[in-house]
């Protein structure tokens, strides 16, 4: 499947683009790891609920943090069984525009400018390949993506990264994005 030209809208302006889409589709076993996945995180959210509510009464420091801690943990689990719910109807995509790198996914928006990106490269975790982009300074709009950036680099290496094996024409994406780092011309011709 190759890339579709299109527009994206960013900040409330339409650009021309290189759309790339990202799915699970034909991935064996990925709907049943997403089942699985909700399942634990309803459970543990569940658990720390329970454990909330069956806490003694007992109001010394120690039981104090203890509802503290199951509080955060509920409200963690049931966070991310949320964002797991919204991804699975939220349409991913990343799109190659003048400016940068622009994707949308569940977790928001995010465009990294071409002037940021300081080093490209290609890893492969867990069977799954990935294009790893490093960068200078922070992307443009989600925040959410600028909180996960140092553990990003601290666990990947990279700032951020693009499951290549997820996304339709993968090497046509790895290709365009160097040939736009080598050549900043050729970012006109995006779209």
């Not at 069977?127 to 553990?151: D, N």
Request: proline share 4%; charged share 20%; with cysteine.
């Amino acid at each position: 499947m190759t890339p579709e030209h299109g527009e994206v809208e960013i900040e409330g302006v339409r650009h021309p683009a290189l759309i790339f889409r990202v799915s699970t589709e034909g991935v064996p076993g990925a709907r049943l790891g997403q089942i699985v996945t909700s399942v634990v995180l309803l459970v543990l959210g569940l658990v720390s609920i329970i454990f909330l509510v069956t806490a003694g009464p007992r109001t010394d420091v120690v039981a104090m943090v203890g509802r503290v801690v199951w509080i955060v943990g509920a409200v963690f689990f049931f966070g991310l069984l949320v964002v797991l719910v919204i991804s699975w109807r939220t349409s991913t995509s990343v799109a190659l525009v003048a400016d940068g790198i622009y994707s949308k996914t569940a977790l928001g928006q995010l465009l990294i400018t071409w002037a940021t990106i300081t080093a490209t490269g290609e890893r492969t975790f867990g069977g799954v390949r990935y294009f790893g982009v490093r960068t200078s300074s922070p992307p443009r709009l989600s925040r959410v993506a600028r909180l996960f950036r140092p553990m990003n680099r601290k666990v990947g290496g990279w700032d951020y990264s693009y499951a290549l094996s997820l996304m339709n024409d993968a090497d046509e994406f790895k290709r365009v994005v160097e040939r736009c780092l080598q050549d900043p011309s050729e970012r006109s011709r995006i779209g």
